[in-house]
């Protein structure tokens, strides 16, 4: 019996929009063959991300090949969704496709960080009150 691969895309334009920590976006898209190829034509494409009710927070340049993107340094508390638009001569902006709005949670409160946070994102942390915890992620299990 063959094993059964998943297709590496679905020709479906989606733009998804999720929360990696207060201060990390993630942002994956899917774009049908016809859509991608009308984008490579265009000569500015950019990945907008916007703050509900503010508009636009930052712009990244992005290529139509592209399909993924990390947004760092983001306000925690906040709410947020992008779009993929096409960038006109007349420096009027198109969107193509938004994604569904997420929120960042907010900070903990009086929690300071005392130590740093390895690539795992791993880290030891004192409340004010002098109270240790550890925060702990899939790859601290990980054997090299």
């Not at 998804?16 to 009308?38: G, I, K």
């Amino acid at each position: 019996m063959m094993p059964i691969s998943l297709p590496a895309n679905y020709n479906d334009n989606t733009l998804v929009l999720m929360v990696q920590t207060q201060r990390t976006l993630y942002v994956y898209w899917d774009l049908s063959p016809n859509q991608r190829a009308a984008l490579a034509k265009k000569k500015k494409l950019q990945l907008r991300l916007n703050i509900v009710n503010q508009g636009v927070y930052r712009s990244f340049d992005i290529k139509p090949f592209w399909d993924s993107f990390y947004i760092t340094g983001v306000d925690p508390g906040m709410d947020y969704y992008c779009d993929i638009s096409i960038k006109e001569e007349d420096d009027v902006y198109y969107p193509v496709i938004y994604s569904n709005t997420s929120s960042t949670p907010q900070e903990h409160p009086g929690i300071e960080k005392t130590a740093g946070s390895n690539f795992w994102g791993t880290g030891e942390y004192n409340s004010r009150n002098g109270v240790a915890w550890v925060s702990y992620s899939s790859g601290t299990f990980y054997n090299k």
